[in-house]
């Protein structure tokens, strides 16, 4: 398929579909019909009125779940807007619609509908602009129109195609055959990567605290971003310079310990040594984060010092973890199926996925400038699933290898002065870092108070039903007729070893016993007791002791259980299944040494691209074999000795995993009790110097040298160094003035009713700008229930987590962009709010975090201090919740605790200069009403 470029006969016409115009809130609808009226209904009356109709809207699936209308027939202008400005915010809102492309914000409710319209008609307008590729302007990019064609899928696709196509100059023809790959073929234009020689070792020259003071105050007068030097900062980024200090002794790197309380500016404080010591030594510097908002946080920041884009992408690499970029072969194998496909989502999906593909600057499907609200319209198999989520990469078999954004930005990180990544993939290349790809020397961990949760995940073992179905996948690929992207061992590794008998014969055995593990429908099977294979029957074993002794069984939460004793069967599964593991195992090893073998033996004679290969196939089978199977197998050996060691350092338990009371997985869990240790032994060969720093390092009490005690216990600062630099800098900010702390004291925080009341006249008092925080599901649901109507009526939107369905990060986005909006999540939405201004102006817990007393925090209390382990952890939370009011000089914000439990040791957590004021609902509405206005 051809379409020409528009001619002075086929010129561009903006024209919208004649079709109702729809808004919803939790309480009502506006529709603005297709005759110009206006009308504001409830939800039934407007389910009625638009039933099986077309209408325009913005956000479908959150419209139909508003609505209760399943089968509503959306024109979404989130996917157009996704269309035509590919890989450009938005907030997923009318408001946000409205801003991200320039138009008057709508006023009130009823304004919505005309916001959609002009939205409409501007991105119709800016569609019609875009450039064409023709042979005279050389322009190398897939042609918008053909993609636009395509997606309307001969009249039965995405509803936009014709106006789309009208706008690019050209009539809609239905009857035009439709060549998916042909019109979508991106791949051929996107830039290739090119190899450069290893960078020699760094030096080991120092950063002056004079050197590191001097960059920040280059880095503080530049352009826009133009900022008061602060002595706190300045005094900060002296003390950070010693975290690169060079190393005196072998395996005694040098570790800087440092808080820093909000406001001080501890980004730049690190940046200014890590981008000198970068420079003077011709090295590279790791910074860590927790959270994707810190990874942006930074990359921003280093915009001071790189202001040139160009500069900047030399010098700076923000990388994540392979599962987070988006995998061309996926996406082409989408597209293939477009054409054929069931169901329109994947031609529309496939559309919208190129043009994205074809603008993003890395490929970052979880974060950057991917759109998070994407998945939630599209379905999360054609956008995040098109990810390498479970290690099928075929490397340079495939023929985007050299497009691929991974080989892309792992190539650029090698190269870079400055790499940003996270906390979880520090840790496992960490868990799996070797001479050959070691650590980096030099590390800065930011949000160092999450360090022990991130080594907790990645140091853990967990043989359950979908770990182990997913090592099947793995080995054996797509299986039994299902439709799948997946790829499997035998197609990674055949050609690699063609002609080499014994190798071809490991991999048969390894295809042949991984049969043992569970295959598709396996939860299916749990369900009506008909296990397939050891594992299957081994597992529903686990099931049966788990729920024979579990407490809960009727509530919708995990239920679990301790692993001894026994019940009867289970020793004999637990040791056949071990057995075949070991099958599975033993070939792996064999193949893995043939592989390097055969890197040694031909090192002279292989290119490049097959020597990535045979690195990168033998690397998975040495870790699937010596972490996923050895854990397996030590935790299945443990299993069946009775006389477990206690000081094993380890804590084994059996669970069934639940989400909303439908059982997700089963299995057995294996943790580290202080999961610091292998995160230092892992750490400690490679590092030099690192620096951990937070705004909450420490614990709050009234000892600091204890406080200090539970900083280096919680970052493994005990293991890494016998003598670790520490030091604290306090926050600029007046929070005796920009806060207030309050403890409603009359209210029963198990009476619903009377929670959902105080959540009410809190929320109005401060009007909006409120975030209520759940330390239970449930609880959220039914306040959200017995509230929400109100607020809306009251002006006040309230967004949800597990009640819209919209991920968490698109709707503190929404909660963000209104200062009206209020949002309600479970404690652990906390960390990723960061919200400066009046947005977030008011904070309400609904009872104190205790920690989940579960059989992991059993054994963690038993080897930390018992109580004071449930404080500190507390504290905590405490402290993190209260740290998201105060972001900024101007921010200002009422904090309230409704459980009248919170003890006094427990305030720790707030300045000690803020009173907490013990106070009845009533008196907390008035404080929070003058306050927040």
């Given at each position: 398929?051809?379409?020409?470029?528009?001619?002075?006969?086929?010129?561009?016409?903006?024209?919208?579909?004649?079709?109702?115009?729809?808004?919803?809130?939790?309480?009502?609808?506006?529709?603005?019909?297709?005759?110009?009226?206006?009308?504001?209904?409830?939800?039934?009356?407007?389910?009625?009125?638009?039933?099986?109709?077309?209408?325009?809207?913005?956000?479908?699936?959150?419209?139909?779940?508003?609505?209760?209308?399943?089968?509503?027939?959306?024109?979404?202008?989130?996917?157009?807007?996704?269309?035509?400005?590919?890989?450009?915010?938005?907030?997923?809102?009318?408001?946000?619609?409205?801003?991200?492309?320039?138009?008057?914000?709508?006023?009130?409710?009823?304004?919505?509908?005309?916001?959609?319209?002009?939205?409409?008609?501007?991105?119709?307008?800016?569609?019609?602009?875009?450039?064409?590729?023709?042979?005279?302007?050389?322009?190398?990019?897939?042609?918008?129109?053909?993609?636009?064609?395509?997606?309307?899928?001969?009249?039965?696709?995405?509803?936009?195609?014709?106006?789309?196509?009208?706008?690019?100059?050209?009539?809609?023809?239905?009857?035009?055959?439709?060549?998916?790959?042909?019109?979508?073929?991106?791949?051929?234009?996107?830039?290739?990567?090119?190899?450069?020689?290893?960078?020699?070792?760094?030096?080991?020259?120092?950063?002056?605290?004079?050197?590191?003071?001097?960059?920040?105050?280059?880095?503080?007068?530049?352009?826009?971003?133009?900022?008061?030097?602060?002595?706190?900062?300045?005094?900060?980024?002296?003390?950070?310079?010693?975290?690169?200090?060079?190393?005196?002794?072998?395996?005694?790197?040098?570790?800087?310990?440092?808080?820093?309380?909000?406001?001080?500016?501890?980004?730049?404080?690190?940046?200014?040594?890590?981008?000198?010591?970068?420079?003077?030594?011709?090295?590279?510097?790791?910074?860590?984060?927790?959270?994707?908002?810190?990874?942006?946080?930074?990359?921003?920041?280093?915009?001071?010092?790189?202001?040139?884009?160009?500069?900047?992408?030399?010098?700076?690499?923000?990388?994540?973890?392979?599962?987070?970029?988006?995998?061309?072969?996926?996406?082409?194998?989408?597209?293939?199926?477009?054409?054929?496909?069931?169901?329109?989502?994947?031609?529309?999906?496939?559309?919208?996925?190129?043009?994205?593909?074809?603008?993003?600057?890395?490929?970052?499907?979880?974060?950057?400038?991917?759109?998070?609200?994407?998945?939630?319209?599209?379905?999360?198999?054609?956008?995040?699933?098109?990810?390498?989520?479970?290690?099928?990469?075929?490397?340079?078999?495939?023929?985007?290898?050299?497009?691929?954004?991974?080989?892309?930005?792992?190539?650029?990180?090698?190269?870079?002065?400055?790499?940003?990544?996270?906390?979880?993939?520090?840790?496992?290349?960490?868990?799996?870092?070797?001479?050959?790809?070691?650590?980096?020397?030099?590390?800065?961990?930011?949000?160092?108070?999450?360090?022990?949760?991130?080594?907790?995940?990645?140091?853990?073992?967990?043989?359950?039903?979908?770990?182990?179905?997913?090592?099947?996948?793995?080995?054996?690929?797509?299986?039994?007729?299902?439709?799948?992207?997946?790829?499997?061992?035998?197609?990674?590794?055949?050609?690699?070893?063609?002609?080499?008998?014994?190798?071809?014969?490991?991999?048969?055995?390894?295809?042949?016993?991984?049969?043992?593990?569970?295959?598709?429908?396996?939860?299916?099977?749990?369900?009506?007791?008909?296990?397939?294979?050891?594992?299957?029957?081994?597992?529903?074993?686990?099931?049966?002791?788990?729920?024979?002794?579990?407490?809960?069984?009727?509530?919708?939460?995990?239920?679990?259980?301790?692993?001894?004793?026994?019940?009867?069967?289970?020793?004999?599964?637990?040791?056949?299944?071990?057995?075949?593991?070991?099958?599975?195992?033993?070939?792996?090893?064999?193949?893995?040494?043939?592989?390097?073998?055969?890197?040694?033996?031909?090192?002279?004679?292989?290119?490049?691209?097959?020597?990535?290969?045979?690195?990168?196939?033998?690397?998975?089978?040495?870790?699937?074999?010596?972490?996923?199977?050895?854990?397996?197998?030590?935790?299945?050996?443990?299993?069946?000795?009775?006389?477990?060691?206690?000081?094993?350092?380890?804590?084994?338990?059996?669970?069934?995993?639940?989400?909303?009371?439908?059982?997700?997985?089963?299995?057995?869990?294996?943790?580290?009790?202080?999961?610091?240790?292998?995160?230092?032994?892992?750490?400690?060969?490679?590092?030099?110097?690192?620096?951990?720093?937070?705004?909450?390092?420490?614990?709050?009490?009234?000892?600091?040298?204890?406080?200090?005690?539970?900083?280096?216990?919680?970052?493994?600062?005990?293991?890494?160094?016998?003598?670790?630099?520490e030091f604290a800098v306090k926050s600029p900010f007046n929070y005796t003035e920009k806060t207030r702390i309050i403890v409603v004291n009359d209210i029963n925080k198990n009476d619903l009713g009377q929670l959902a009341s105080a959540y009410r006249a809190l929320f109005k008092a401060s009007g909006g700008g409120a975030l209520g925080l759940f330390t239970a599901i449930q609880r959220l649901k039914g306040v959200y229930d017995r509230i929400s109507h109100d607020l809306e009526h009251e002006g006040l939107p309230l967004y949800a987590q597990h009640v819209d369905d919209i991920d968490t990060g698109t709707l503190v986005d929404m909660f963000r962009e209104d200062t009206h909006a209020c949002l309600f999540g479970t404690d652990a939405v906390r960390d990723g709010v960061d919200v400066p201004g009046d947005s977030l102006r008011l904070l309400v817990y609904d009872r104190v975090p205790w920690p989940r007393p579960d059989i992991l925090h059993k054994a963690r209390r038993e080897a930390f201090g018992k109580r004071r382990y449930d404080e500190l952890i507390t504290r905590l939370k405490l402290r993190q919740a209260y740290g998201r009011l105060i972001r900024s000089a101007s921010d200002k914000g009422v904090f309230v605790m409704l459980d009248s439990g919170l003890p006094t040791r427990l305030c720790g957590a707030f300045p000690e200069e803020v009173p907490v004021e013990r106070v009845g609902l009533a008196e907390a509405v008035e404080i929070t009403k003058e306050f927040c206005n």
């Open positions: 398929m051809s379409l020409s470029p528009a001619t002075s006969e086929s010129t561009q016409a903006i024209t919208l579909p004649d079709i109702p115009i729809l808004a919803v809130n939790t309480a009502q609808a506006v529709i603005l019909t297709s005759d110009g009226e206006l009308q504001t209904l409830p939800h039934e009356q407007a389910r009625l009125l638009v039933h099986k109709k077309p209408v325009m809207v913005c956000h479908a699936p959150y419209t139909r779940h508003r609505l209760g209308a399943d089968d509503l027939f959306a024109f979404d202008l989130l996917e157009l807007f996704a269309f035509v400005h590919p890989a450009q915010f938005a907030v997923p809102t009318p408001v946000g619609l409205a801003k991200a492309l320039g138009l008057s914000a709508p006023s009130d409710f009823e304004d919505y509908p005309f916001t959609l319209m002009e939205a409409a008609q501007a991105l119709l307008s800016d569609l019609s602009k875009e450039i064409r590729p023709t042979e005279s302007n050389g322009i190398k990019k897939a042609d918008v129109l053909e993609i636009a064609h395509t997606m309307g899928l001969n009249g039965k696709g995405w509803p936009w195609a014709p106006f789309a196509c009208r706008a690019l100059g050209h009539d809609y023809d239905a009857q035009m055959p439709i060549m998916a790959k042909p019109a979508m073929n991106i791949w051929k234009h996107l830039p290739e990567w090119a190899d450069r020689a290893p960078e020699p070792p760094p030096a080991h020259d120092p950063v002056s605290a004079k050197e590191a003071q001097e960059r920040l105050e280059q880095m503080l007068g530049v352009g826009d971003k133009k900022a008061e030097l602060r002595e706190q900062q300045r005094e900060y980024t002296g003390q950070m310079a010693k975290a690169f200090a060079p190393m005196e002794e072998e395996g005694r790197p040098h570790v800087v310990l440092a808080e820093a309380g909000t406001g001080v500016g501890k980004t730049l404080g690190y940046l200014s040594p890590a981008t000198v010591w970068a420079e003077k030594n011709d090295g590279t510097v790791w910074i860590s984060t927790y959270t994707k908002n810190l990874q942006r946080q930074i990359d921003g920041e280093l915009d001071r010092l790189y202001p040139h884009p160009e500069v900047k992408k030399a010098k700076v690499t923000v990388r994540k973890g392979r599962e987070n970029y988006l995998c061309l072969l996926n996406l082409e194998d989408v597209v293939a199926g477009a054409a054929l496909a069931k169901h329109i989502n994947q031609v529309i999906a496939a559309g919208i996925m190129v043009r994205w593909a074809e603008a993003t600057k890395d490929g970052d499907l979880q974060g950057g400038d991917f759109p998070g609200w994407l998945p939630g319209l599209l379905g999360w198999q054609y956008t995040r699933g098109l990810s390498d989520t479970r290690g099928e990469c075929i490397y340079s078999a495939c023929d985007h290898y050299h497009r691929c954004f991974v080989e892309k930005t792992i190539r650029k990180a090698q190269h870079s002065d400055i790499v940003v990544a996270n906390h979880a993939l520090v840790m496992i290349k960490a868990a799996i870092a070797s001479d050959d790809d070691p650590l980096p020397p030099r590390l800065v961990f930011d949000e160092g108070h999450h360090l022990f949760d991130a080594a907790d995940s990645a140091f853990a073992g967990h043989l359950t039903a979908r770990e182990a179905h997913d090592l099947r996948r793995w080995i054996r690929g797509a299986e039994g007729g299902k439709q799948s992207r997946a790829r499997g061992l035998k197609r990674r590794a055949e050609d690699l070893i063609e002609g080499d008998n014994e190798a071809l014969a490991d991999l048969d055995a390894i295809l042949h016993e991984s049969m043992n593990l569970p295959a598709f429908g396996w939860s299916r099977r749990m369900k009506d007791k008909s296990p397939q294979g050891v594992t299957e029957k081994f597992l529903i074993l686990v099931y049966q002791q788990v729920f024979a002794r579990a407490d809960g069984k009727n509530s919708p939460y995990s239920l679990e259980t301790q692993t001894h004793p026994l019940i009867e069967e289970l020793p004999a599964a637990a040791a056949a299944l071990c057995g075949k593991l070991r099958d599975i195992q033993n070939p792996m090893r064999s193949l893995c040494a043939r592989l390097r073998k055969k890197l040694h033996e031909q090192a002279e004679t292989l290119d490049s691209d097959t020597r990535k290969r045979l690195e990168s196939v033998a690397a998975s089978l040495e870790r699937r074999s010596e972490h996923n199977l050895s854990g397996w197998i030590k935790m299945l050996e443990t299993l069946q000795d009775d006389d477990t060691d206690p000081q094993s350092g380890f804590v084994d338990w059996m669970a069934i995993e639940r989400v909303d009371g439908k059982s997700v997985d089963i299995g057995l869990y294996r943790h580290w009790i202080d999961p610091m240790v292998p995160f230092a032994k892992s750490v400690q060969p490679y590092a030099q110097g690192i620096g951990i720093t937070s705004a909450t390092l420490r614990d709050a009490t009234e000892d600091d040298g204890e406080n200090w005690r539970v900083a280096r216990e919680r970052t493994g600062v005990n293991f890494l160094s016998p003598e670790p630099y």
